[in-house]
């Protein structure tokens, strides 16, 4: 299993990959096809319960999916995000909630949406040796603010302020920052001027770790994805056909067939009828 040493050693020399994962199969999965480390995003307010945004997610979702997965991927080093406003009060309150996270799911670091407006609850999460990941960019729990998913930084005053929030959070501890839905260009001076890990989603490729929604990527659902998603598979078709397929041949009774069904000798069944019959 990687640690945070390992993002230290890899900058610069190997790029890290991590997929979301939200429940133990998909972790299971994941940890099989030797992704390097895995995300529980807030995300899942979304991609997996039908909320309109990350906003409704709540401390009791991450640790039921944060635990699910890591039971699914005990040698890979797993983030889970901290939802929507437990951390945003007060640096007491962030601690005690990414700690909670921490006991409850055995998961190895937290995610936070932020930059120098939140530094003060990095410092406080990572002095307590807890790891923190930082995001900055297109953060989702902010898409009231923002007044929809756009990309962030294009301007002078916005990337000027995003580098400013990247040397913040890299300043107060964090190990690595999420950079999403900037521009290349500024995503590789970030990169470069950094000695934390930048982990790009809609960023750039000399990003030094990648992410992405495991839906997304594998084309789980009809719906139109941002510009940098790439599908890699297109598990929407293929779960479709299945279902489909299965509803034909419970219909015309091909299913469940002899292979898929279990045996009685037909005397050992008599003989029960008839046990039956004579206690009636
Ligand atoms: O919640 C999430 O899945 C995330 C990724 C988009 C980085 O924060």
């Known amino acids: 299993m990687i640690n945070v040493n390992t993002f230290k050693e890899a900058k610069g020399n190997k790029k890290l990959v991590q997929v979301t994962a939200y429940d133990y199969n998909t972790a299971r999965l994941a940890e099989e096809a030797g992704i390097d480390f895995i995300l529980v995003g807030d995300s899942l307010g979304m991609v997996m319960l039908g909320y309109p945004n990350t906003l409704p997610v709540t401390m009791e979702d991450m640790i039921h999916h944060g635990s699910a ?149 594998l084309g789980y659902s009809a719906d139109k994805t941002a510009k940098f998603v790439k599908k890699y598979a297109n598990l929407h078709d293929v779960i479709v056909d299945a279902f489909k397929q299965y509803k034909n041949e419970v219909s015309n009774g091909a299913f469940p067939s ?13 003989n029960a009828i008839k046990e039956v019959e004579e206690q009636e």
């Open 69 to 217: 997965v890591v039971r699914g991927a005990k040698d890979t080093f797993v983030v889970v995000d901290m939802p929507f406003m437990s951390y945003q009060v007060s640096d007491e309150e962030a601690l005690m909630n990414a700690g909670r996270i921490i006991k409850e799911t055995g998961c190895q670091a937290v995610k936070l949406e932020g930059g120098a407006k939140y530094a003060s609850r990095i410092k406080a999460i990572t002095d307590a040796g807890i790891p923190v990941v930082a995001h900055v960019g297109l953060t989702p729990q902010s898409v009231n603010a923002f007044g929809g998913y756009k990309v962030q930084g294009k301007t002078k005053s916005a990337a000027a302020d995003l580098i400013r929030d990247c040397i913040a959070v890299q300043e107060a501890g964090a190990f690595a920052v999420t950079l999403e839905c900037v521009p290349k260009k500024l995503a590789d001076y970030v990169t470069k001027l950094l000695h934390i890990s930048t982990i790009g989603i809609g960023a750039s490729n000399n990003c030094d770790a990648q992410v992405l929604v495991y839906q997304d990527m």
């Open 258 to 270: 002899e292979e898929h069904t279990y045996k009685i000798s037909d005397e050992d069944l008599e």
